[in-house]
């Protein structure tokens, strides 16, 4: 099968369980910012990110390229090490490339908004 194949049903896959995942985290009342891993085998990594208002996830990096499935989009200001902020705004449905972390520089994903934000992350593995 073509690696863009396996992709496209990788991300259907994790789509799939993200559903099913939004739903229980949804019963459970859970608004914690959080990762929930979804899938990983030798060519990707698959979570699903839930970021809440003013709760950032902690200082990471991404070694490798990814793309992002915003389910549910609005405006992340990446913080990084450094200090400096960007604002990336993603629209619920839309899919997104995101390149690597330059070497040695780390980053927070911030939701200065009202409502969560909910992504799908599938990261190569090289």
Same mark, same amino acid.
């Given at each position: #099968?073509h690696p863009?194949? /396996?992709l496209?049903?990788l %991300?259907? *896959?994790?789509l *799939?369980?993200? !559903?099913? $995942?939004y739903? %229980? @985290?949804?019963e459970?009342?859970? +608004?914690?910012t959080?990762?929930?891993p979804?899938?990983e085998n030798?060519? =990707?990594? /698959?979570?699903?990110?839930?970021i $809440?208002p003013n709760?950032?996830?902690t200082m990471?990096r991404h070694?490798q390229?990814?793309a992002? !499935?915003a389910?549910?989009?609005?405006d992340m $200001?990446? /913080?990084s &090490? *450094?200090?400096?902020?960007r604002?990336e705004t993603?629209? *619920?449905g839309?899919?997104y490339w995101l390149?690597a &972390?330059?070497?040695g520089?780390l980053? @927070?994903d911030?939701?200065?908004? $009202?409502e969560?934000i909910? %992504?799908? =992350? =599938?990261? #190569? +593995?090289?």
């Amino acid at each position: #099968m073509h690696p863009r194949n /396996v992709l496209c049903l990788l %991300v259907a *896959t994790a789509l *799939t369980s993200s !559903i099913a $995942t939004y739903v %229980v @985290a949804q019963e459970a009342g859970s +608004n914690e910012t959080r990762r929930i891993p979804q899938f990983e085998n030798e060519h =990707v990594r /698959v979570w699903k990110s839930i970021i $809440t208002p003013n709760q950032p996830l902690t200082m990471h990096r991404h070694e490798q390229p990814r793309a992002l !499935i915003a389910l549910t989009g609005g405006d992340m $200001t990446i /913080v990084s &090490d *450094t200090g400096e902020e960007r604002v990336e705004t993603w629209e *619920t449905g839309r899919a997104y490339w995101l390149t690597a &972390d330059p070497p040695g520089r780390l980053h @927070a994903d911030v939701n200065k908004g $009202t409502e969560n934000i909910e %992504v799908i =992350v =599938v990261e #190569m +593995n090289r």
